[in-house]
T-cell receptor, first 111, second 113 residues
Framework: DQQVKQNSPSLSVQEGRISILNCDYT??????FLWYKKYPAEGPTFLIS?????DKNEDGRFTVFLNKSAKHLSLHIVPSQPGDSAVYFC??????????FGSGTKLNVKP | KAGVTQTPRYLIKTRGQQVTLSCSPI?????VSWYQQTPGQGLQFLFE???????NKGNFPGRFSGRQFSNSRSEMNVSTLELGDSALYLC????????????FGNGTRLTVT
């Protein structure tokens, strides 16, 4: 049973524009949410996180939004750069240090 | 600070064999988790170790096992390999202080023929 879902397997965006990656979850016990970026032949790299007590967290060009009532998480990248092209995974944890990952969204930022 | 180190990077095994993968966490991280990634799938949780004890386990058969040593290094073993075990195996470590992110190694690519 997939508790974290990324329904868009791919996304294509023009350089300089906003990239919005979405993620839905089903378990209301999740209280910590994260985004990872993964390049081929490398492990996922931690990007940004948010706890359930907040609804927004920013770090440079990356902003994560959390809508607990909708059980929805999104990552905004502004402005998008070609180097952002990678697979992005969202993840959630229920505070037992067990993380549930989505299936990933492949972002392509066109120059 | 050195990151999470996994060895070997690539492995080719035949069905029925067994394999051991190794992981050295970031210095000071006492929690080590293992994940399996297959094409088109997200990361599937295998197990998590903390202070040499398995605290969490995913929905994998008993052929998948692991252990953690007193220096926090961890090994994962898969016995009686099947073709479907071909995957990228990722190890991650974390501080486990409040909400702490996982930090991943580059993985071991296992191919079973």
């Amino acid at each position: 049973d997939q508790q974290v879902k990324q329904n868009s397997p791919s996304l294509s965006v023009q350089e300089g524009r906003i990239s919005i990656l979405n993620c839905d979850y089903t378990n209301s016990m999740f209280d910590y949410f994260l985004w990872y970026k993964k390049y081929p032949a490398e492990g996922p790299t931690f990007l940004i996180s948010i706890s359930s007590i907040k609804d927004k967290n920013e770090d440079g060009r990356f902003t994560v939004f959390l809508n607990k009532s909708a059980k929805h998480l999104s990552l905004h990248i502004v402005p998008s750069q070609p180097g952002d092209s990678a697979v992005y995974f969202c993840a959630a944890s229920d505070n037992f240090n067990k993380f549930y990952f989505g299936s990933g969204t492949k972002l392509n930022v066109k120059p | 600070k050195a990151g999470v180190t996994q060895t070997p990077r690539y492995l080719i095994k035949t069905r029925g064999q067994q394999v051991t993968l190794s992981c050295s966490p970031i210095s000071g991280h006492r929690s080590v988790s293992w994940y399996q990634q297959t094409p088109g799938q997200g990361l599937q949780f295998l197990f998590e170790y903390f202070s040499e004890t398995q605290r969490n386990k995913g929905n994998f058969p008993g052929r998948f096992s692991g252990r953690q040593f007193s220096n926090s290094r961890s090994e994962m073993n898969v016995s009686t390999l099947e073709l479907g075990d071909s995957a990228l195996y990722l190890c991650a470590s974390s501080l486990v202080v409040g909400n702490s992110p996982l930090h991943f190694g580059n993985g071991t690519r296992l191919t079973v023929t």
